[in-house]
């Protein structure tokens, strides 16, 4: 049954394990660690917008962090089949990035939304949006005519998203986020107080030196990196895509709550 209002931090990881947002999640085993292997060979699409340099070229290391910071299993010989994400690890995380979004509400900052997984994560940007507009936060217009190879960077319900053939794209590319803030930087206008996003979106604003956040799967370890690094100020550990993105509505509310946004 869903559950109606706000969870109890117990209702909460109770749900994440029964949705697979945590726990027993979707992605296999083998395509975690294929991702940490090309991340550690230097393939850029896995970098999500940061710069790891030679930092993290033993995917042993990236694995530790991910089991650290996510709840993957430890074993490096466990290569095939099941994988997890510890939901303790995801609250937890959630509960930090509360703690961000209150100092951002009281401070009234500027705050920019961004998904590259506008089929899951859509309506908890749009949310928080709107929960941050309403505690007086300036929520970031992004520029107008923004194009990147893959195709147009847009605004939708507060969030901005990448538009290819009149259809909201799913993309790990930082190159989006760029064109973002090089934009605002050639129109003079500030850059955000903090971001708020996924994948690239998040590492590139990382990168680039803004209080970043970011949403990330147990197969995108580039955030939880940055994170371990300080480069990102919270990756929250979550399955970016499960079966219905109202799966997500009551994490939203426990994060909203945390902040006092509610």
């Not at 095939?80 to 990035?97: H, K, S």
């Not at 998203?161 to 064109?179: K, N, Q, Y």
């Not at 300080?230 to 399955?239: E, F, H, M, Y």
Request: with cysteine.
């Amino acid at each position: 049954m869903p559950i109606s209002g706000t969870p109890s931090r117990a209702q909460l990881v109770d749900h994440l394990v029964r949705t697979r947002i945590a726990g027993d999640v979707a992605t296999p085993r083998e395509n975690n660690l294929s991702h940490y292997r090309r991340l550690a060979n230097g393939d850029r699409h896995f970098w999500l917008g940061l710069e790891l340099g030679d930092r993290w070229t033993d995917e042993q290391d990236v694995l530790a962090v991910m089991a650290e910071r996510v709840g993957v299993n430890d074993d490096a010989e466990h290569r095939y089949g099941q994988d997890t994400i510890d939901p303790e690890l995801t609250v937890a995380a959630l509960e930090r990035l509360a703690l961000r979004l209150r100092k951002a509400a009281e401070d009234r900052q500027r705050v920019l939304f961004a998904t590259g997984h506008p089929g899951g994560l859509l309506d908890v940007h749009r949310a928080t949006a709107a929960a941050l507009r309403a505690a007086g936060c300036e929520i970031v217009v992004i520029p107008e005519r923004l194009q990147t190879d893959e195709g147009y960077v847009m605004q939708f319900a507060d969030v901005a998203v990448l538009e290819h053939g009149a259809t909201l794209w799913h993309t790990h590319s930082g190159e989006p986020m760029r064109a973002i803030l090089t934009g605002l930087e050639r129109e003079g206008r500030e850059l955000p107080d903090l971001v708020v996003a996924d994948h690239g979106w998040a590492g590139y604003a990382a990168q680039h030196g803004v209080d970043a956040a970011g949403y990330a799967d147990c197969n995108d370890p580039a955030l939880f990196l940055a994170e371990a690094e300080g480069t990102l100020q919270v990756a929250i550990p979550l399955d970016d895509h499960v079966v219905s993105p109202r799966h997500y509505d009551p994490m939203t509310a426990y994060l909203l709550d945390q902040a006092g946004l509610v």
